[in-house]
């Protein structure tokens, strides 16, 4: 699992209410990611992190911020969650490989939006 | 805009009946394509990368080859165990730490 957790794992929450999903590793890796899987779709990406302090957009980032102050921890916040973000959410972490770069991917969060 | 099609959607055999499952792409310059394994509740696990036309990889009853279009995942005499979504992605040429564009996936059952 390429030293990715992930917290909480299963989260019911309210319209409107804020919600963060945090993800943690512990092996150092400079790039970190935010993905969503629904039915229907393909997983897609939501927001990215090339450094501490380094975030990049998406394709789905509208309604979600993302921090990460320390190169082990990546945290996606939803500011107002509403029912449109019920979903999965996974990190994934890009570990060099001969000839480019490989994603790994942690164990996910499923978010219930009431 | 990037772009992965898998096909098919869901793809069921019998113990030991080989296949292949398809993965088209566009993506404006080819920088790896992945597929990964994906069981129901976890997240997905990683199983080749593939970075030019032409390049094959395997793994136990799983080989994976890649043209310029398309690539093919082939099961060789799969086994109950090999039951599972199967995920095709692209990352496009750029550097950095650009995301992966990901197929719909193929679901694959496999019966004893």
């Known amino acids: 699992d390429a030293g990715i957790t992930q917290s909480p794992r299963h989260k019911v929450t309210e319209t409107g209410t804020p919600v963060t999903l945090r993800c943690h590793q512990t092996?150092?890796?400079?790039?970190m990611y935010w993905y969503r899987q629904d039915p229907g779709h393909g997983l897609r990406l939501i927001h990215y992190?090339?450094?501490?302090?380094?975030?990049d957009k998406g394709e789905v980032s509208d309604g979600y911020s993302v921090s990460r102050s320390k190169t082990e921890d990546f945290l996606l916040t939803l500011e107002s969650a509403t029912s449109s973000q019920t979903s999965v959410y996974f990190c994934?972490?890009?570990?060099?490989?001969?000839?480019?770069?490989?994603?790994?991917f942690g164990p996910g969060t499923r978010l219930l939006v009431l | 805009e990037d772009q992965v099609t898998q096909s098919p959607e869901a793809l069921r055999l019998q113990e030991g009946e080989s296949s292949s499952l398809n993965c088209s792409y566009t993506?404006?310059?080819?920088?790896?394509l992945f597929w990964y394994r994906q069981d129901p509740g976890k997240g997905p696990e990683f199983l080749f990368t593939?970075?030019?036309a032409g390049e094959e990889k395997e793994k136990e009853r799983l080989k994976a080859t890649l043209t310029k279009k398309e690539s093919f995942l082939h099961i060789t005499a799969p086994k109950p165990e090999d039951s599972a979504t199967y995920l095709c992605?692209?990352?496009?040429?750029?550097?950095?730490?650009?995301?992966?564009?990901f197929g719909k996936g193929t679901h694959l059952i496999i019966q004893p």
């Open positions: 593939l970075y030019s």
């Open positions: 992190s090339y450094g501490v302090k380094d975030t």
């Open positions: 092996e150092n890796h400079r790039y």
């Open positions: 993506v404006s310059g080819l920088r790896g």
């Open positions: 994934a972490i890009s570990t060099p490989d001969r000839g480019g770069e490989t994603q790994y």
């Open positions: 992605a692209v990352q496009a040429a750029g550097g950095g730490a650009d995301g992966l564009t």
